[in-house]
């Protein structure tokens, strides 16, 4: 079987300065002005060597955000190699000096570019996380960010997103006028790397990117500016009552969520939080809600457990630059094991299985699909019944991935998964 390569060279350019520029002049005056940005550098010092940079992931803006905070230094990002399908970003990352990672599996050609871009003295910038958060709670890091810092002995910088989960929610696809706040922190010097384990380094990483640490700690909250339409949207990622527990019974309008079963509803706030109106009680904020669906699907999940079974259209990366293609259908399997794909695939019937061990995460689009990346490809996964089941099946297949792989790849991070 023939299969396109959708990878970008292995020659990593220095981020091109005159686009750089561009961006800052055209983009930091719209972030101060649309979403009031704050940037604190109280704890700040720049490096005069190359250094690595380190941030949480709230939304897609996440990139633009630290790399005009950080300016005039220039960033080479590591990237999801998704992003390379696509135009105009499959000539533009380039440009930028982005570097393409195969998401939540080893990656060798990454690795090597990371360490050619700090021998000539670059900096690069890392999403430890891997994803946006879907919640607006820090999802947690691979396991192998302390031994890829520990082994780089290179400053590293914290930068801590507030904000940017509501001003540009994952569940919509329009911002919303709100407030921003960035801080910028040393976290390492090269002695630390040296002197600490990489599980340290993991877990006060985890602890600065989360905000349990003392700079995160004091900040008043965020407030969004306007107060119109703030719930729509969000069936599309909650799907659980937790007062009748009943699952894809949740509608919205406007600024409410209601159960069509129960009859519990809820505001929201411009504080993005839930004040009840009827019915039953509601988690406060949208991630304690998430939680909630977290520990819901974790009671289910245990060695013997059912299979679930989903029929699926399968895409999967097309020509260079135009995205992802129709590539078959057929059915998908969840198991205590893992992930099996029985159907077609580019014409011929084929049959798949991805261990759990090798699935620690499962990102998706609301209403729209969910993907697993396994073996330097990615297979987007579309439910044919039932598009707000995306968000079910991602997260259900982290519960499983939580209690039943043998190996942790990942930190907990806030999702709310009970102990194993």
Request: hydrophobic content about 40%.
């Amino acid at each position: 079987m023939s299969r396109t390569n959708t990878r970008p060279r292995n020659t990593v350019k220095a981020p091109n300065g005159v686009i750089y520029f561009a961006l800052y002049f055209l983009f930091y005056p719209f972030l101060k002005l649309f979403f009031r940005l704050q940037v604190d550098r109280t704890a700040y010092q720049p490096p005069k060597d190359p250094m690595v940079v380190l941030s949480n992931h709230e939304s897609f803006m996440d990139f633009l955000l630290v790399m005009l905070t950080i300016y005039p230094l220039h960033l080479n990002a590591v990237t999801a190699q998704k992003f390379f399908l696509y135009r105009p970003l499959n000539w533009l990352l380039p440009f930028m000096g982005c570097i393409p990672k195969s998401l939540f599996e080893p990656d060798i050609r990454a690795v090597k570019s990371i360490f050619s871009v700090i021998r000539r003295g670059g900096h690069i910038l890392i999403f430890p996380e891997g994803r946006c958060s879907t919640d607006g709670g820090y999802m947690g890091a691979n396991q192998s960010i302390g031994k890829l810092v520990k082994k780089l002995e290179v400053p590293v910088i914290s930068c801590r997103i507030e904000g940017a989960y509501t001003c540009m929610p994952f569940w919509r696809d329009k911002f919303r006028r709100g407030r921003i706040r960035v801080t910028l922190a040393n976290l390492f010097d090269p002695e630390d790397t040296r002197r600490l384990s990489a599980d340290t380094l993991t877990a006060r990483i985890d602890a600065r990117l989360c905000g349990k640490d003392a700079l995160a700690a004091t900040h008043p909250p965020l407030h969004l500016s306007g107060a119109r339409r703030l719930a729509e949207g969000l069936e599309n990622i909650l799907y659980y009552c937790p007062a009748c527990q009943q699952e894809f019974t949740l509608e919205t309008k406007g600024n409410i969520i209601r159960c069509r079963t129960c009859h519990t509803a809820a505001e929201m706030g411009r504080d993005a939080k839930f004040t009840p109106l009827s019915g039953g009680p509601v988690p406060e904020t949208v991630h304690l809600w998430h939680k909630a669906q977290v520990r819901h699907e974790m009671q289910s999940v245990h060695e013997d457990m059912a299979p679930i079974e989903v029929q699926v259209k399968l895409r999967m990366p097309g020509a260079p630059g135009k995205g992802l293609a129709p590539s078959g259908h057929g059915t998908l399997r969840l198991d205590a094991t893992g992930w099996y794909y029985d159907g077609l695939l580019h014409g011929a019937q084929v049959s798949l299985f991805f261990p759990i061990q090798s699935v620690p995460a499962i990102p998706y689009d609301p209403a729209d699909n969910f993907q697993i990346y396994a073996g330097g490809e990615f297979y987007v996964f579309t439910p044919e019944e039932n598009l707000q089941a995306c968000s079910k099946y991602a997260v259900l297949g982290e519960c499983v991935y939580r209690r039943c792989s043998p190996v942790m790849q990942m930190t907990a991070g806030e999702g709310g998964f009970d102990e194993r």
